[in-house]
């Protein structure tokens, strides 16, 4: 059980890191600083930049994972809950990804839907 408290925690940081104020404030200072806050493309390049950052954490997760079990097989001093740990981690991030993707998908076939 705490464990599992444990992983949805993790779960939640970083759905908190994806809608946090540092992430709202990356996009703004990126957007500031190309000198045109209001262009969508600057908007759209500092938004791929977050996807970026947190697709490049999500990678880092799954490579630990795999680190971790890769020294465990081998008779590594590492312990097996750590391990699962890890492999949880990363599969939460993963998902939590896909969801964003899947939302993202949605608002933006509801929007070409839309008429103007």
Do not use: W
């Amino acid at each position: 059980m705490d464990s599992i408290s444990h992983n949805l925690a993790g779960s939640e940081l970083l759905l908190n890191r994806l809608q946090s104020d540092s992430a709202v404030k990356k996009a703004q200072s990126a957007a500031s600083e190309s000198g045109d806050s209001g262009q969508p493309g600057n908007v759209l390049d500092s938004f791929g930049n977050i996807l970026k950052d947190q697709m490049s954490q999500i990678n880092q997760l799954q490579s630990e994972a795999s680190q971790a079990k890769q020294i465990y097989a081998v008779g590594g001093d590492i312990d097996l809950h750590n391990v699962m740990i890890a492999g949880e981690k990363a599969e939460l991030s993963l998902q939590l990804a896909m969801q964003v993707r899947n939302k993202m998908i949605n608002a933006y076939q509801e929007i070409t839907r839309m008429s103007v």
